[in-house]
Nanobody
């Protein structure tokens, strides 16, 4: 049974940092891509960062470039999102996603087969 469990969220002031973790269990070997999404109240879920698990290549949306870093520890089956220089507009529930369906766009939430339960990030000004 596949399971993704996020942790590391919390409340910080603007300019602060947080590191999110996503521990994966179950059959993970075919996951060529993993990603972090976020969803603020009243807004659609949006892709934030993508990682190619084989090569380690990464992609970020413009709003987080230079501030967020996605990484992985294959030995621990864990995905990370290091978030620096946080802004109030980063406030959202953050989710990790795994196993992108073939041919689908990574930033389409419906294109992923597995999701974690989410971890809340709140940034105050």
């Amino acid at each position: 049974q596949v399971q993704l469990v996020e942790s590391g969220g919390g409340s910080v002031q603007a300019g602060g940092s947080l590191r999110l973790s996503c521990a994966a269990s179950g059959y993970t070997y075919s996951w060529y891509k993993m990603a972090w999404f976020r969803q603020a109240p009243g807004k659609e879920r949006e892709g934030v960062a993508l990682i190619y698990t084989n090569s380690g290549g990464t992609y970020y949306v413009d709003s987080v470039k230079g501030r967020f870093t996605i990484s992985q520890d294959n030995a621990k089956n864990t995905l990370y999102l290091q978030m620096n220089s946080l802004k109030p507009e980063d406030t959202a529930m953050y989710y990790c996603a795994a196993d992108l369906r073939y041919g689908r766009s990574w930033n389409d939430p419906d294109a992923w087969n597995y999701w974690g339960q989410g971890t809340q990030v709140t940034v105050s000004s």
